[in-house]
């Protein structure tokens, strides 16, 4: 559950009863009471939808990251708290994010002076993705300001939708420039601040929770292509991504690549095109990316070849499906 059990409160301030709104999700509002309760993301994907609904608030997502603190984030939450360092701190949240969430990935990358951190949904039918993906971006910046000082603020923020009509919500919580028709959900900031020290950071319980989340990241038991999907939807738009470069990240031989995947029972490039017609479809439906700059973040050197992978993917041209919204034939 984590950040999204700040729905309840986000619900009680525009005058509506969260258990009904959660019931009609078809939820169990108890399930709310705890930030560690499981629940399917199908059903909070369903619950999103509901609330921006109910509330006729399209920035619904970055309100429940606004109530949200370093605590929602649970045991990793409180692993960063005991992180000797800032850089150090959003490393565990990297490295331990899959234990909580199977749906949205995240990633860390320095470029020069500058810090990028990114999150992506790589489920590839996933609903209410902007809300889920904005609430992430919105409780990580509470999550800097706890680690920094509150008066942290980051360079800017990319966000891979539309420009609402109100922006001024979005420019009051993450005080700084925010672009909107981005092809990732990011922050950036100096990448002086993943040097700071993070007050009152105890080691001895930093390890006590990092052996408490190894633990757990062993009884998941991820499967294999889960975890290459993950990797594929954070590498997709800025790196190469072909089996060779994946399976060199891994240090294992393609080959091996090859013999786990197929173990599982799907490919290297079934999983390559899942991820890049998820993308695909994101950019087209919440976006006004221009095709070519789609085509060239998803690896194709043309927009012609974009164009016919997505009519195989689809059953129809990458414009045609924007202009109908998103909807298979």
């Not at 993950?230 to 240090?251: V, W, Y």
């Not at 070519?292 to 194709?300: E, S």
Request: aromatic share 6%; glycine share 8%.
């Amino acid at each position: 559950m984590g950040v999204s059990k700040e729905i309840v409160p986000t619900l009680r301030e525009f005058g509506l009863d969260p258990d009904t709104v959660i019931r009609d999700a078809g939820l169990d509002p108890r399930l709310f009471g705890d930030g560690a309760n499981v629940i399917p993301f199908a059903a909070l994907a369903r619950l999103y939808t509901l609330c921006v609904t109910r509330t006729n608030c399209p920035h619904f997502g970055l309100l429940v990251g606004q109530h949200a603190t370093i605590l929602s984030m649970d045991l990793i939450g409180r692993l960063m708290q005991h992180s000797e360092t800032v850089g150090a701190a959003l490393d565990g949240l990297v490295s331990n994010l899959s234990v909580q969430d199977r749906v949205v990935a995240v990633s860390l990358t320095v470029r020069g002076d500058m810090t990028l951190l990114t999150y992506a949904a790589y489920q590839p039918d996933s609903t209410s993705v902007e809300q889920i993906t904005e609430a992430a971006v919105a409780v990580s910046v509470n999550v800097l300001r706890s680690l920094c000082g509150s008066d942290w603020h980051p360079t800017e923020v990319f966000l891979p939708h539309r420009a609402p009509a109100a922006t001024e919500p979005y420019r009051r919580h993450f005080r700084a420039p925010v672009r909107f028709d981005q092809e990732t959900a990011t922050l950036v900031f100096p990448a002086h601040d993943l040097k700071r020290k993070v007050a009152g950071a105890d080691p001895l319980l930093h390890v006590m929770l990092e052996e408490r989340l190894r633990q757990m990241r062993a009884d998941a038991g991820s499967g294999f292509s889960d975890d290459i999907r993950r990797l594929l939807r954070m590498r997709m738009t800025s790196h190469r991504c072909s089996a060779e470069d994946i399976a060199g990240l891994l240090a294992m031989h393609r080959r091996t690549l090859t013999r786990r995947l197929k173990d599982t029972g799907t490919g290297y490039r079934s999983i390559t095109n899942e991820i890049r017609f998820g993308i695909a479809r994101q950019l087209l439906e919440d976006t006004a990316v221009p095709l070519g700059q789609i085509a060239a973040a998803l690896g194709y050197s043309e927009a012609s070849a974009f164009t016919r992978a997505f009519r195989r993917w689809s059953g129809q041209t990458p414009t045609a499906w924007r202009a109908k919204g998103g909807r298979l034939r």
